[in-house]
């Protein structure tokens, strides 16, 4: 069974900080890694999605890497905003019907 | 812009009564999941749909949850009878036929059984 995990649970920065956000998984026989960002009261929003046979993604101050052998994967945040300030989720493609497997998220809150 | 929508938004019920909660996936979109999220568990996967047929609801409590696709437009899940620990956000999601892209998701229903 995949299990997700990420680390930390929460995480307070200032403005401006470059900053990491980590995932792991367990099974590492998967088609893809996904980071979704959910703010407050809201719905899911893909951020950057990674296939099985890439190594990473970016998309402006996002850059999102992936270590299939080792499971693990980070997020990595340049010049944090506040408008960062959100709930990132870490998600995993894998098994015989493509089943998702989110981790718990990371809170972040960027202080301006 | 095409959006995954669900209705009702919010729901308040007292333990016992049925809940329906609906789903209209992105047109031309294959793929179907419903998500239940809490603050103690995450997301969880309830159920999956590809073309309309259910792929995986292990995720799902079989006794008082179902989930269907009465057309292409239209997703579905239930809950008879309700019980104070469905309490959660549920969330559906719509993908490209493949599965191995992005999902879209919906704003959600939060649901409170009282």
């Known amino acids: 069974k995949q299990e997700v995990t990420q680390i930390p649970a929460a995480l307070s920065v200032p403005e401006g900080e470059n900053l990491v956000l980590n995932c792991s998984f367990t099974?590492?026989?998967?088609?893809?890694l996904q980071w979704f960002r959910q703010d407050p009261g809201k719905g899911l929003t893909s951020l950057l999605l990674?296939?099985?046979?890439?190594r990473e993604q970016t998309s402006g101050r996002l850059n999102a890497s992936l270590d299939k052998s080792s499971g693990r994967s980070t997020l990595y945040i340049a010049a944090s905003q506040p408008g960062d300030s959100a709930t990132y989720l870490c998600a995993v493609l894998s098994g015989g019907y493509q089943k998702v497997t989110f981790g718990i998220g990371t809170k972040l809150q960027v202080i301006p | 812009d095409a959006r995954v929508t669900q209705t009702p938004r919010h729901k308040v019920t007292e333990m016992g009564q049925e809940v329906t909660m609906r789903c209209q996936p992105i047109?031309?979109?294959?793929?179907v999941f419903w998500y239940r999220q809490t603050m103690m568990q995450g997301l969880e996967l309830l159920a999956y749909?590809?073309?309309?047929?259910?792929?995986?609801d292990s995720g799902m409590p079989k006794d008082r949850f179902s989930a269907e696709m009465p057309d292409a437009t239209l997703a579905t899940l239930k809950i008879q009878p309700s019980e104070p620990r469905d309490s959660a956000v549920y969330f559906c999601a719509s993908g490209p036929e493949t599965g191995e892209e992005t999902q879209y998701f919906g704003p959600g229903t939060r649901l409170l059984v009282l």
């Open positions: 749909f590809r073309n309309r047929a259910p792929l995986d």
């Open positions: 047109l031309g979109h294959n793929t």
């Open positions: 099974d590492s026989a998967i088609y893809n």
């Open positions: 990674i296939q099985s046979s890439q």
